[in-house]
């Protein structure tokens, strides 16, 4: 067993096993968006960073690559932690507004504005598709392409796959392209209208469809008692 | 070829190859690096191949092509030996002379001599050119003795000994030992020791272990790890083979990108002659030990640079970094432990065994040994590849060996560390080169790029081009580094195109804070350093881009349409009035200078004209000469007598003073009477124009020009009261008494600074500013025969030339060299025509007279010591160099302040302990409500531009307090006022287009009289040259109507 110090407590951890996995087994929460157990780590998304290191010169690093080592010092919502996580989550916010996930996030991290140029994508390349497809399903149908922010996933040469089972596998663990919230405004990263005393979104027939940052929110639990 | 047994096989086989090589009389070396073959040496080479067979001396004359010598800014370089005679820019035509003079006679062909720049001496020998002089060759030195295509002329110089001794005699952690002791970091950039690399790895668990030589250089301008796989692979062979003995590796690759074929030729090669002597393969030398080395090709992903995006792709998949731990050396390429030094980290190993790692100890600084590879390139007079000892300082490197700035511009930043570097501005000229000090500063050693930027380089533009470069380069795998860059890119973008906010600069700096944080590899962790860097030196020119629509270096396209006009304290459109000309248009040209500027004959004569230093056609070319243009025009009006006509607006009851009637106060008054308020200008000597009339000797501004402007002044509806002095016949209160709502002073710099040395107060020392007063208000002046200037600026040079018109034997005495002197530079080699001695490096000691009257100057020699704030080296006086110079008369320049008695206790505290008036520099508006003050009398001595500059805002500023409006200055984007049509120039004009030279009078008719020495443009000349203007306006007004069309479709739909 190795042992170290997450946040101040001395915890235990198998060997082999990564900061993220020993953190979470003892219920400390760090979130991810290119994390799934099953799935080999990536570090794509940034969102698990935590300190480690001594005070004067630690630094960060993604918890679901690095290993648990003897005697490391450990910190998973330290100032500079947090810090560096909202603005993620605002970098995310403006590419991919829509994303429940990504929403609830924000409004967990208490992300009230967002201040780059508004983006609609519907990836943020976290890879867990691709690996899903390789790793789960032994299909390796889509892969990466392209470089910096030409980066993209599709099929090779973008024709249809012959090795694609059409499991939807990949769609199942995708953090952006789910449903939508489609109440949103698009020029507006955040909805917030679920904040309201009378939230605009009970208005909508197809309510479940929604997504919004509050989860659940009023709208839905008055929905779901009618 | 045999395969060499064992060391004393190589020991023989050397001595045979050495004594084999002096049969020959006389090398020639031909650099055949990528420079030298871009510079067309391979034809060059082919007629010495030619010529020595055609001689019949190809058996006493050998010829090698040698890899690249590292002055690349010079090539194709040839070096004759044994005397080591140093040829630069060698044409096929050459060769015949060089073959039949120097290598079969001896002698020197002076033509094709390299030429020292600041002295213009003459350099024979390769060794005593200062670019290779100031440097210490450890690595590089070899490239320019050997052909890289073979081993004989590697193993002749003592090539493959270092390995022969490890085998031989050194155990695996002996060599480890060495390597620590001598203190080498790795030269890829990071700066890792070498030897605990590889003592980890060594120690690492597993049969099977790798060497890598990172030779994925792509540092835009960088190319030192190129240069020495081109011109002398074998070392780097010899270092891996080292490395992996003492590793106890099997097997090597050489990781190369595919753009540099020249470099994976000669390693390919080197590698097949190595395998045949026996140096890979089983039993090297007869010892127990095997290694073999596969070179393998990169696509040319900057990312590939990186160690875990290399290994990834050696082994075959994307070129993506991993997250470390595990470390290369623990897990690497296919999982096994995996050793990676750089090109040049490897290459100095079979030194530090060959010398010993003491040796290697004592060259550098206490933390960084050894010597250091930069390529040096941009705006650098000696682009080419250093090799330096750590600890050099900064400015030693870009002056003394990169021979500084060309086209005497000023030297603005140093890039170092390539893309993830950051930029380091003039301060930092002292510091001394290493691993720590560059870290301290902000930027990092990288592989050794550094670039160098003078004032035309912006630093937004420059971030812009980094981070374009990073976007495109990033792997996209980290969310912060693919992100992160992009939104960084869109601000800086924003900034630069004027669509900025002040708070931008902030969420800048937090976000490159985070992706610094965040990110898993170096290419990420470092994308924000040339953003940050550039914030933490240059965040002024940021804030300036914001605020001010503003890009001093006259870059941003879209903040400056026209460098010219951009740059123009006036915002004159000279772009416009430039492509009047070219149409014949000429009093329309005029009309659009008088527009802007009162004084169109006085700028086209004495301005600094900083239009032309940022002209765009001066980039890679001659600079439009704007002034003579402008001067054209204006003379073109002066014998129309032409007036520009009155544009005054509704009439307004108000009364403003001014105070001077220098340009400051000229250009003040007019936009002020154009704007319809009542103008009285009061000035204390008996003529109009202040230093214009009274400073500038009239052989520069006759004063029937200077008239004209005034005349057109005047006619705009100004008063102007000669013979009336501030303090003497008026006084503020008086003025306001008087009715006047608004007071302007602009009363110049008028005293001159004293030397503050002893015996100044001595009869025959005389102010030069008061010299040229009298002189210009026909004064009699007593001048001895021999006259000293003291001073390198503008005065100290009409001083010196007004003083040879009177028949003196002039000399000026500067302290620095002719390079530093801010005088401009046409009127430096006006004076030195008209045959003015100049004493540079010289600064007074004391006077020396008998009976209070001068008889001689004991002056000093100086020397240039360290570097001052303002990128200047500083002077320092050599003990014991006292020499006298036999003096009548000294003119003293060294400086002018402003004369500010006239202000009484009231005011008193307008004025800053250096008696400038001190004002709000956006409004001119000094803390006293209604009167304003600019030009010499608030900055200190500055040029006719500014201050007719601050004239005009000073105007704009006492228009809104007289309106009762807020004070404050706006900004907006730089555009022309009107489209002019461009003209049609045929290809060949294009190409043969030259600059037009300003014709002067013969020196013999200038000494004897004040005629204007500078000649006007005839007709036909002028036109031509505005024909060859680029018309830089053009491009956005394009763009512009591009966007207003797109917007009205929009709006349509």
């Known amino acids: 067993m190795i042992n170290l110090k997450i946040n101040g407590i001395s915890v235990q951890a198998e060997a082999g096993t990564t900061l993220l996995e020993a953190a979470r087994f003892y219920g400390l929460e760090i979130p991810t968006l290119c994390h799934l157990e099953g799935l080999s780590p990536y570090g794509a998304c940034r969102l698990c960073v935590v300190e480690i290191g001594e005070e004067s010169r630690s630094r960060l690093a993604s ?104 499991c939807g596998g990949c769609i199942h663990v995708c953090p952006a392209c789910q449903l939508r919230c489609t109440y949103n405004q698009p020029e507006e990263a955040i909805c917030g209208g679920c904040a309201n005393i009378s939230p605009p979104c009970l208005e909508k027939e197809k309510f479940h469809d929604m997504m919004c940052y509050m989860d659940p929110c009023v709208a839905c639990e008055i929905k779901n008692e009618k | 070829m045999i395969k060499l047994k064992n060391s004393q096989a190589l020991e023989e086989l050397r001595t045979e190859l050495v004594s084999r090589r002096q049969m020959y009389s006389a090398v020639i070396t031909i650099c055949a690096g990528t420079g030298c073959r871009a510079w067309g040496m391979e034809k060059t080479a082919e007629m010495f191949t030619a010529e020595l067979r055609a001689r019949k001396l190809d058996k006493q004359v050998k010829l090698k092509m040698t890899g690249c010598h590292g002055f690349c800014e010079r090539g194709p370089i040839v070096v004759i030996k044994p005397d080591g005679i140093f040829y630069q820019k060698v044409k096929p035509e050459d060769v015949k002379e060089i ?57 002749a110089i003592g090539g493959y000994c270092a390995l022969a001794k490890v085998l031989s005699s050194m155990a695996q952690q002996e060599v480890i030992e060495e ?150 050396v623990q897990k690497g390429l296919w999982r096994k432990p995996t050793n990676i030094n750089n090109v040049e980290t490897w290459a100095n190993i079979p030194l530090i065994v060959k010398k010993g790692a ?60 390539g893309p993830s570097g950051g930029c380091l501005p003039r301060e930092m000229l002292n510091m001394p080169v290493d691993y720590e000090k560059l870290a301290e500063v902000g930027s990092i050693m990288g592989s050794g790029g550094m670039i160098v930027m003078d004032e035309k380089t912006c630093m937004v533009d420059i971030s812009k081009y980094f981070l374009t470069f990073l976007l495109d380069e990033s792997c996209g795998k980290c969310f912060t580094c693919r992100k992160g860059i992009q939104r960084m890119l869109e601000i800086v973008t924003d900034i630069s195109e004027g669509r900025g906010k002040l708070n931008n600069i902030n969420l800048l700096k937090e976000l490159a804070q985070v992706v610094k944080d965040t990110t898993m590899c170096g290419l990420g962790q470092t994308s924000p350093n040339p953003v940050l860097s550039a914030l933490r030196y240059f965040q002024e020119e940021y804030e300036e881009h914001i605020t001010k629509k503003k890009c001093r270096a006259g870059v941003c396209k879209e903040l400056v349409s026209s460098p010219c006009q951009h740059t123009c304290p006036l915002g004159t459109e000279a772009c416009v009035y430039i492509a009047l000309i070219s149409h014949g248009r000429f009093k329309e040209a005029y009309d659009i200078i008088a527009k802007d500027n009162p004084l169109p004959s006085v700028c086209g004569r004495v301005c600094s004209h900083p239009c032309e230093t940022k ?37 307004k009851e108000a009364k403003v003073a001014i105070i001077g009637s220098g340009p400051a106060g000229l250009s003040a008054a007019w936009s002020l009477a154009q704007k319809g308020y009542q103008v009285t200008v009061f000035e204390a000597l008996p003529v109009a124009g202040g230093m214009l009339a009274v400073g500038i000797p009239s052989y520069r501004l006759p004063k029937a020009a200077l008239n004209h402007d005034i005349e057109a002044v005047k006619n705009s ?77 503008n005065s100290a040079i009409d001083a010196a030339r007004t003083a040879l018109r009177l028949n003196a034997e002039v000399t000026i005495i500067y302290r620095r060299t002719k390079a530093e002197m801010p005088a401009l530079r046409e009127e430096v080699e006006g004076a030195l025509d008209e045959g003015i001695k100049m004493l540079f490096l010289t600064a007074p000691g004391r006077v020396i007279a008998q009976e209070n009257e001068i008889t001689g100057l004991e002056c000093v020699k100086m020397r240039l010591g360290e570097f001052d704030d303002s990128g200047r080296r500083k002077p320092a006086a050599i003990p014991g160099s006292e020499t006298i110079i036999p003096l009548d008369t000294l003119l003293v320049a060294v400086g002018e302040e402003p004369d500010t008695s006239f202000i009484n206790e009231e ?34 001595p500055a040029t006719v531009i500014d201050a007719i500059g601050a004239g005009k805002i000073a105007a704009e500023s006492i228009c809104q307090y007289l309106e009762g409006s807020p004070i404050a200055r706006e900004y907006s984007l730089t555009r022309p006022s009107v489209y002019i049509d461009p003209v049609e120039i045929s290809e060949e004009e294009m190409l043969t287009a030259r600059r037009a030279e300003t014709k002067t009078l013969p020196v013999k008719d200038r000494i004897c009289s004040y005629a204007e020495v500078d000649l006007a443009l005839s007709k036909e000349a002028a036109i031509k040259e505005a024909r060859r203007c680029l018309r830089c306006e053009l491009e956005l007004l394009k763009k512009d109507e591009g966007k207003k069309q797109s917007m009205e479709k929009a709006s349509v739909n």
């Open chain 2, 717 to 793: 509806g100004v008063t102007i009261k000669t013979s009336t002095r501030l303090g003497r016949d008026i006084t503020i209160q008086g003025l306001k008494q008087d009715g006047f709502k608004a007071i302007f002073i602009a009363t110049g710099a008028h005293r001159g600074k004293h030397l503050g040395i002893p015996g100044e107060s001595a009869q025959g020392v005389i102010d030069a500013l008061d010299f040229l007063k009298d002189i210009n208000l026909g004064r009699k002046v007593r001048l001895g025969k021999r006259v000293g200037v003291i001073g390198g600026g």
């Open chain 2, 615 to 651: 002209c765009r056609a001066g980039d890679a070319g001659e600079a439009i000469a704007i002034r003579a243009l402008k001067r054209f025009a204006s003379d073109y009006a002066y014998k129309q007598k032409y007036l520009p006509p009155k544009t005054t607006s509704s009439y």
């Open chain 2, 907 to 940: 005011l008193k505290n307008l004025v800053a302990v250096n008696k400038t008036i001190v004002v709000n520099p956006e409004t001119m508006a000094t803390k006293e409500p209604g009167i304003f003050a600019g030009g010499d009398a608030v900055t200190g």
């Open chain 1, 63 to 166: 918890s679901c690559t690095y290993p648990a080592e003897e005697g490391l010092k450990v910190r998973t919502a330290s100032e500079r932690v947090i810090k560096a996580r909202k603005m993620i989550l605002e970098l995310l916010l403006a590419s991919c507004p829509q994303s429940k996930v990504i929403q609830d996030l924000a409004s967990k991290y208490g992300i009230r504005r967002q201040r780059f140029r508004q983006e609609h994508e519907d990836c943020i390349l976290c890879g867990l598709c691709v690996r899903m497809c390789k790793e789960q399903m032994s299909a390796q149908a889509i892969g990466f392409h392209g470089r910096g922010n030409k980066r993209g996933i599709s099929t090779p040469f973008d024709l249809k796959s012959e090795v694609c089972r059409l």
């Open chain 2, 358 to 417: 003491d040796w290697f100890a004592q060259i550098g600084t206490e933390k960084s040994k050894g010597t250091k590879i930069f390529s040096l390139v941009g705006k650098i007079n000696n682009t080419g590849l250093v090799e330096i000892p750590m600890g050099t300082s900064l400015g030693q490197i870009v002056y003394d060996i990169g021979g500084g700035i060309p086209g005497g511009k000023q030297f603005k930043a140093v890039q170092t560390g």
């Open chain 2, 99 to 155: 073959v039949s003079e120097t290598v079969l006679n001896r002698r020197v062909i002076e033509r094709l001599l390299y030429v020292e720049p600041g002295t213009g001496k003459k350099i024979t020998y390769e060794k005593e050119v200062p670019f290779y002089s100031l440097q210490q060759r450890l690595i590089l030195d070899d490239n320019g003795a050997i052909d890289p295509n073979s081993i004989d002329d590697y193993i």
């Open chain 2, 179 to 328: 390597i620590k002791k001598s203190g080498l970091r790795g030269r890829g950039g990071a700066g890792f020791p070498t030897g605990y690399k590889w003592e980890f790895c060594r120690k690492a668990k597993g049969d099977i272990k790798y060497v890598i030589c990172n030779g994925d250089e792509g540092d835009p301008g960088a190319y030192m790890d190129r240069s020495v796989l081109e011109g002398n692979p074998h070392s780097v062979l010899e270092g891996m083979l080292i490395g992996a003995y003492a590793i106890g590796a099997q097997k090597g690759f050489v990781y190369v990108r595919s753009e540099y074929p020249l470099a994976v030729r000669n390693i390919g090669i080197a590698i097949e002659q190595a395998r045949k002597y026996g140096f890979l393969g089983e039993n090297i030398l007869g010892a127990e030990f095997g290694f073999n080395v596969q070179v393998s090709r990169g696509a040319g992903a900057f990312v590939c640079g990186e160690e875990t995006a290399l290994i990834a792709s050696i082994e075959g998949r994307r070129g993506e970094p991993k997250q470390r731990p595990p470390f290369p």
